[in-house]
């Protein structure tokens, strides 16, 4: 099982961008896909999660300006960013609870970086 984190790149702040974590190989479920974040020198934290409820949490940071959401069929989630700022700028990973035939495991993506800068 793979995790795949495309979409990052270069921004202006004010601007936009969409990431993308698909999933590939043999597993039964994903629950709770998430993004994280690990700026230079900073712990990674969580960014957005989809509860197993759908309900979603925001980390107090990026509420109102990020969304998360998924597609169950493309076997791939997303977090839009908006409105992004030079702090906003990091390593973003994705994650999500795996159920294998052997196993349920959180798994990570290999990270994009995303830079917000003028």
């Known amino acids: 099982v793979q995790l795949q984190a495309s979409g990052g790149g270069l921004v202006q702040p004010g601007g936009s961008l969409r990431l993308s974590c698909a999933a590939s190989?043999?597993?039964?479920?994903?629950?709770?896909p998430a993004w994280y974040r690990q700026a230079p020198g900073k712990e990674r934290e969580l960014v957005a999660v989809?509860?197993?409820?759908?309900?979603?949490n925001y980390s107090g940071s990026v509420k109102g300006r990020f969304t998360i959401s998924n597609d169950n069929a493309k076997k791939t989630h997303y977090l839009q960013m908006s409105s992004l700022k030079p702090e906003d700028t990091a390593v973003y990973y994705c994650n999500a609870l795996i159920t294998t035939v052997e196993s349920t495991d959180y798994y990570w993506g290999q990270g994009t970086q995303v830079t917000v800068s003028s």
């Open positions: 190989g043999t597993f039964f479920k994903i629950n709770m």
């Open positions: 989809i509860n197993t409820d759908g309900s979603t």
